[in-house]
């Protein structure tokens, strides 16, 4: 599943093919907006914030769109034939460059000044220029009951992390997921540890976290269930977290985030 790393790097890649032309296409293929068309209007940039994208045009109008669990965008030289019609839910276009929206899991098309209503829920941007720890460790702190592990993927309280970042923060802590908010120490050094994650890998087309990039050591616990933890030898459990039908993958080391 895309985090913020990922859709950090989309923004790029569709600012780079698609900011200051003028739109010769858009198709929009999700029954609400079967009739806009944004054809004649340049676009002005695209922003992420957490996993939401908000490609902003001329004339006051944003193009929301969120990956979800499989949704892309492809970037590719116009005329490159796009992927099957029915993966495609959006597909915008200059005379240079098409970028192709495909099994994106929302597309809303609001005016500029309404963005508020598509983004106005996230807590502080792990990869924006106005992060804010303090902030993201007052809304955390905000309800300590819930498991940290939860909380981590509550992008109310903090805006990018998803199961990946999620373990691989909660293992460099040394953090039980399951640990209550209201009982990790030190709240603040693990948000510092997801956002430096996050920030190291923004630019990298493949995940590092631990240093080193070769296959199967890139990870600490990410995609190691069953294997020996790097740290400590023992062996790397996984389990879901969160209420059905939400429940997502964690996978953590028992010896080196005791209960
Ligand atoms: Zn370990």
Same mark, same amino acid.
Request: glycine fraction near 12%; aromatic fraction near 6%; proline fraction near 24%.
């Given at each position: 599943m895309p985090e913020g790393d990922v859709v950090y790097r989309t923004a790029r890649q569709l600012g780079l093919a698609l900011n200051g032309r003028v739109l010769t296409r858009s198709d929009f293929r999700v029954p609400r907006y079967a009739t806009a068309d944004l054809t004649g209007r340049t676009v002005l940039e695209t922003l992420s914030r957490g996993k939401h994208l908000l490609t902003r045009v001329d004339g006051g109008l944003t193009v929301h769109t969120h990956l979800r669990m499989e949704g892309s965008w492809q970037v590719s030289p116009?005329? *490159? *034939? %796009?992927?099957?019609g029915d993966?495609? *839910?959006l597909l915008l276009a200059n005379a240079q460059w098409q970028a192709v929206g495909v099994r994106l899991g929302m597309v809303d098309l609001l005016p500029t000044g309404h963005e508020e209503r598509v983004v106005g829920h996230l807590g502080p941007d792990l990869l924006g220029a106005d992060w804010d720890p303090e902030e993201a460790v007052r809304r955390l702190a905000a309800d300590p009951g819930t498991t940290i592990g939860e909380a981590l993927l509550d992008q109310r309280n903090l805006a990018g992390i998803g199961t990946i970042y999620r373990a691989e923060t909660l293992f460099l802590a040394?953090?039980? %997921?399951w640990r209550p908010v209201g009982a990790v120490e030190d709240l603040k050094r693990v948000v510092g540890i997801a956002q430096r994650l996050l920030h190291a890998n923004r630019e990298r087309p493949s995940r590092v976290t631990t240093g080193d990039a070769r296959p199967g050591r890139d990870t600490w616990v990410y995609g190691r269930a069953g294997r020996p933890c790097l740290r400590c030898g023992s062996r790397v459990s996984r389990g879901e977290m969160g209420e059905r039908p939400q429940e *997502?993958?964690?996978v953590w080391c028992r010896r080196c985030q005791p209960e």
């Open positions: 116009v005329g *490159r *034939r %796009p992927p099957p993966v495609v *839910r040394g953090v039980w %997921p *997502r993958l964690i």
